[in-house]
């Protein structure tokens, strides 16, 4: 792909079995703005190292200049703050060259409890809403952000197909799916002619893996682009913390998280995360490079995935960590050692099949 930029530091690839192309590191802005509520929430985009419209348009400026040209936020980060601030930047720029995800499913207002879910009323609501928070025309991908467990989702899937016939949304995505679900969407997609996810925004890291389990497998036999969000685990896959040592909640998100009360995700720092962290850390000595960097290129390796989603909380750390992009790799070993310090246990009856399918694989079959 041709590029304005004399110092592209990423790839380009299809998402998906869609004609999207997109960089291969999508720049996160769920740290854009900051929210000051005290419900869960505000809390969750609360912490001390959100960034200001001043810095976020530096990173969003730097992730441009590198290359990228991915972005995803969502209606509730720092509750419509993140949304906002992207759309004034791209008001500088110019918004063709630029692939925009945003989300739906939180809620928005507590006094409405209409302003909730995945129902068709709040689906067309809130892609009004984020369109004119992000000073815009159209969503290029529009992802629910969790199921609802309250609405059919054959309703969820007419209200995004009649947004992308109306042109306010170009591609329809899903984020933090069961197995189950996420085939389930893929086949009313198929029986209704309804408009087919292209992606799927899950949580994947070396510290967590569930995804391959179910998730990643449909995505495979279905040609759906993964694109792994928090892939350094919120910061913990940086080395930045030390055994034996107190987190600070006033200097990184994680450190905030968890005195605060506010993580999405309980990540344990326990013996198994350690002996991670040490083998990340003689990787990265051996081929000179950073902790992240060699956390970040353990995902970009997998097969599986289009682009991971990376946060960043300045300059400096967005630079360094889209040096994973491309240019080198881990070897097979490295990355072996790596799957094998991360695996997670598998459960009934997931043990059974993986253990019995070994050495089965038929390349013919979709
Ligand atoms: N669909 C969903 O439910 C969902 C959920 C979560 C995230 N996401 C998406 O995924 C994006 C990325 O998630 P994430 O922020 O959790 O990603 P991440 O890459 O795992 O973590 C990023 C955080 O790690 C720290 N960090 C990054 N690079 C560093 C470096 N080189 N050295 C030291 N610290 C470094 C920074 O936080 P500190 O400086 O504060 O330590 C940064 O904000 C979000 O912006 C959002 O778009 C989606």
């Known amino acids: 792909m041709k590029t304005d ?38 809390k969750a985009f609360g912490g001390p190292t959100q960034a200001n419209e001043e810095l976020s348009f530096q990173i969003l400026d730097k992730y441009a200049e590198l290359g990228g040209n991915f972005i995803d936020t969502a209606d509730v980060y720092s509750f419509g703050k993140s949304e906002e601030i992207i759309g004034d930047w791209l008001m500088l ?10 989300k739906v499913r939180s809620p928005m207002d507590l006094e409405n409890i209409n302003n909730v879910g995945l129902s068709r009323r709040h689906i067309i609501q809130s892609a009004e809403n984020s369109i004119r928070r992000l000073k ?22 007419r209200a995004m197909d009649d947004l992308i016939r109306s042109g306010k949304v170009r591609y329809f995505g899903v984020s933090n799916l069961t197995g189950w679900q996420l085939q389930k969407i893929v086949d009313i997609a198929k029986y209704k002619g309804l408009s087919p996810a292209i992606s799927l925004q899950q949580n994947y890291n070396l510290m967590v893996r569930s995804a391959e389990v179910e998730a990643f497998k449909v995505c495979q036999n279905e040609g759906i682009g993964v694109i792994p969000y928090s892939p ?22 994680v450190g905030y998280s968890k005195a605060n009360n506010a993580s999405f995700f309980d990540y344990p ?18 081929k000179n490079k950073t902790i992240p960097q060699v956390s970040l290129r353990w995902v970009l390796q997998k097969d599986i995935v289009a682009a991971p989603i990376i946060g960043a909380t300045s300059v400096k750390q967005l630079e360094s960590n889209m040096a994973a992009a491309k240019g080198w790799s881990l070897s097979q070993e490295e990355m072996k050692k790596l799957d094998d310090l991360s695996a997670c246990k598998e459960t009934y009856p997931y043990d059974l099949t993986y253990k019995f399918n070994f050495g089965r694989q038929n390349p013919y079959k979709k």
Request: overall charge negative; some cysteine; charged content about 25%.
């Open 93 to 102: 720029r110019e918004r063709e060259k630029f692939v925009i995800a945003t």
């Open 5 to 42: 930029h004399d110092n592209n530091m990423v790839d380009y690839t299809f998402l998906g079995n869609s004609g999207l192309k997109v960089s291969n590191l999508c720049l996160g802005a769920m740290n854009f703005g900051k929210s000051t509520g005290t419900d869960f929430l505000s």
């Open 232 to 253: 350094l685990a919120g910061g913990l896959l940086t080395g930045k913390f030390k055994r034996g040592e107190e987190l600070d909640p006033t200097t990184s998100r």
């Open 269 to 286: 720092m326990d013996d198994k995360y350690w002996a991670l962290i040490d083998e990340l850390k003689s990787i990265a000595e051996a």
């Open 136 to 157: 815009t025309d159209y969503i290029d991908l529009y992802q629910i952000h969790l199921w609802d467990d309250a609405v059919p989702i054959e309703e969820t899937m």
